[in-house]
């Protein structure tokens, strides 16, 4: 079968670039999904993949895991969308505000991106003012600040920002460095009369926050009277099941999830302080500082059943400990790997999470990332693709999760081993 009568030309006949967004495939790498289980995947031509992936970190408990099936055949048959609490939203909203200490009151919405959005809505609503603080290289979803500054060409002062993305609007935002604590403290205290919040990924991407970083950020917004917002939609459930705020002992005003949450199905949730998550009370639409917040399939049903059912797997003993572990021992092999192929870089990651950047010093912000050898990065993840593995060549991070072992690690590594031999 050629590209001009597979699967592949029909996808990219009617998909852009022939995907959803962002992997950017050679046309004849470009794949298209049949099934899941695990943590592999079959195509359309009959391929098993072995998935590094998992939903782009969605799907936490693994590919049809039983559970999540059960949960959800069971709620689809009662229905799939009332646009209205139920039964099952208020468990898992009652469920957040438990796990979370910052959660006072709660809302949903479909994804991580609507969770920001809203998290920044009700930040610039409650202090009334509009400039937000970001993270340079960090990803708040595909809102206009979520992707200011994602690939910004290092060049710029702080606190100066770089759109990302032709088509975004022209909202305020300034920029800092991550990791930075004196800069980054030093921003905010300067900016504090026009800063509506602070943005972060507690875990940028795949960076670990160097000691005492997180607690400096939280002190400058605590200090100058500055919303901190966390973007949990990557941490929250992954790296414990308090997410950000249990593993590192820091709690945000604002805290935005997705991702691993619904188990594989689609749902967003933002929740915080109760004096301003209340500014989305529909009671108090006549006030200047009433937020408007609404998502039709935000808290479905469903999703919810599904998010009830991954937050029980993990909650089970070992859980953690199981994937940090996992963790730990992927990231040792990655480094085992380069080692044994005579290729400089790091590894980062933490928890289930893993990545390897091209270079010969630390990476410890987006601008010591920019130092890596992106194309050999790249080179390396098409490598890795054509020999099954099912991940985002675009050099963004590797997903574990419940459902992946010693043995699915090791053939990663084998695989990973042979290309960059090839390298």
Known sequence: MTILDSFAARSLSIFPAGSNGEFNLPKDLVR??????????????????????????????????PAIVEAV???????????????????????????????????????????????LRLA????????????EGAYHGSNDEGITSLFPSGQTSFPGAEPSSAG??????????????????????????????????????????LPGFLESIRN??????????????????RIAYGGAQEFYGVIPDLVAYGKAMGGGLPIGAFGGRAEIMDLVREDRAAEAQYVWTASTL??????????????????????YHKLRQ???????????????????????????????????????????GLLADRAKSRAMMLGLFARD?????????????????????????NRLTAVLREL
């Open 326 to 368: 996992l963790g730990q021992r992927f990231r040792d092999g990655l480094r085992r790997s380069l080692h044994d192929t005579g290729h400089a870089g790091q590894v980062l990651g933490d928890g289930p999470l893993g990545q390897i950047a091209f270079s010969p010093t630390p990476v410890t912000d987006y601008r010591s």
């Open 389 to 413: 593995v099912f991940l985002n060549p675009m050099g963004t991070k590797l997903y574990l999760s419940l459902a992946h072992d010693d043995a699915a690690c090791d053939e990663f590594l």
């Open 220 to 237: 400058a917004c605590t200090t100058h009277r500055i919303p901190l917002i966390f973007d949990e939609v990557v941490t929250g459930f």
């Open 124 to 135: 610039r609503a409650h202090t009334q003012r509009d400039t937000i603080l970001k993270f």
């Open 298 to 319: 935000g808290g479905n049903p469903v999703s919810c059943a599904a998010a009830n059912a991954a937050l029980a797997l993990f909650r089970e003993p070992d859980t």
């Open 168 to 209: 975004i609007g022209r909202g305020r935002v300034i920029v800092a460095p991550y990791n930075d604590a004196d800069t980054a403290s030093r921003l905010i205290g300067m900016h504090s009369h026009e800063l509506a919040a602070v943005i972060l990924e507690p875990l940028q991407r795949c960076l670990q926050p």
């Open 73 to 119: 055949s069971n709620r689809v048959m009662l229905g799939t969308n009332f646009a209205y609490p139920n039964i099952e939203s208020l468990q898992l909203a009652e469920e957040l505000s438990r796990l979370s200490p910052c959660c006072q009151r709660v809302r949903f919405c479909a994804s991580g991106t609507e969770a920001t959005m809203y998290c």
């Open 32 to 65: 298209i999904i049949v099934s899941g289980s695990g943590c592999t995947l079959r195509d359309a031509e009959g391929r098993d993949l072995l998935d590094f992936s998992m939903g782009w970190g969605s799907v936490l408990p693994g590919h049809a895991h």
